[in-house]
């Protein structure tokens, strides 16, 4: 069945740039997203790229997707302890409204 | 911001006991999702719901599990007679166009 792999953990210093990585399985995902989800709280959308697309950068935030490896990752920059969450990648599945399909989450750490 | 809203925010349950859980999604969105999390574990789907009827469902979502769209806002997620697994975050979500917008969840605690 569809598949979605984050690495579990991820620990960076205050200022540095994190990489967060994913990889998907269905080959014909329309849209890729990352959403956070800080302790206790929901799942918020950070951003999301097209299938098209090879790259796309809102203000810290850069997703660079590599299609014909099913790889996607998440770069932040100039991580702040704020960014301190679980970061989940997530495919969507069967069509424009389709389900999400997410990974087991990537937590990453930020250290002053 | 328009937002999705989910109560209540926690419940506890005994086992067998029937659980609603409710959402109200952001108000021009057509379709609706329901999701769960149990501990520790990923976020699985569970159905889609699209012009009052059930769109897509996964094998979690069984003959105990129903939905509604009660009135123009509610969206609810019916357990019938809760198992101890039922016990997860259960997260609902609704789009417009080609984003999900999920709500902050209720913790489901079956005893």
């Known amino acids: 069945g569809e598949d979605v792999e984050q690495s579990l953990f991820l620990s960076v210093r205050e200022g540095d740039s994190s990489v967060i990585n994913c990889t998907y399985t269905?080959?014909?995902?329309?849209?890729l997203y990352w959403y956070k989800q800080e302790p206790g709280a929901g799942l918020q959308l950070l951003t999301y790229?097209?299938?098209?697309?090879d790259m796309k950068q809102d203000q810290r935030l850069t997703v660079l997707l590599n299609k014909k490896d099913k790889h996607l990752s998440l770069r932040i920059a100039d991580t702040q302890t704020g960014d301190s969450a679980i970061y989940f990648c997530?495919?969507?599945?069967?069509?424009?409204?389709?389900?999400?399909?997410f990974g087991k989450g990537t937590k990453l750490s930020v250290k002053p | 911001e328009p937002e999705v809203t989910q109560t209540p925010s926690h419940q506890v349950t005994q086992m067998g006991q029937e659980v609603i859980l409710r959402c109200v999604p952001i108000?021009?969105?057509?379709?609706f999702y329901w999701y769960r999390q149990i501990l520790g574990q990923k976020v699985e789907f569970l159905v889609s719901?699209?012009?009052?009827?059930?769109?897509?469902k996964s094998e979690i979502f069984d003959d105990q599990f129903s939905v509604e769209r009660p009135d123009g806002s509610n969206f609810t997620l019916k357990i019938r007679s809760t198992k101890l697994e039922d016990s997860a975050m259960y997260f609902c979500?609704?789009?417009?166009?080609?984003?999900?917008?999920f709500g902050p969840g209720t913790r489901l605690t079956v005893l």
């Open positions: 979500a609704s789009s417009g166009e080609d984003t999900q917008y």
């Open positions: 269905d080959s014909s995902s329309t849209y």
């Open positions: 790229i097209f299938s098209n697309m």
């Open positions: 997530a495919e969507k599945y069967g069509g424009s409204q389709g389900n999400l399909i």
């Open positions: 108000s021009n969105h057509l379709y």
């Open positions: 719901f699209y012009n009052n009827e059930i769109s897509e």
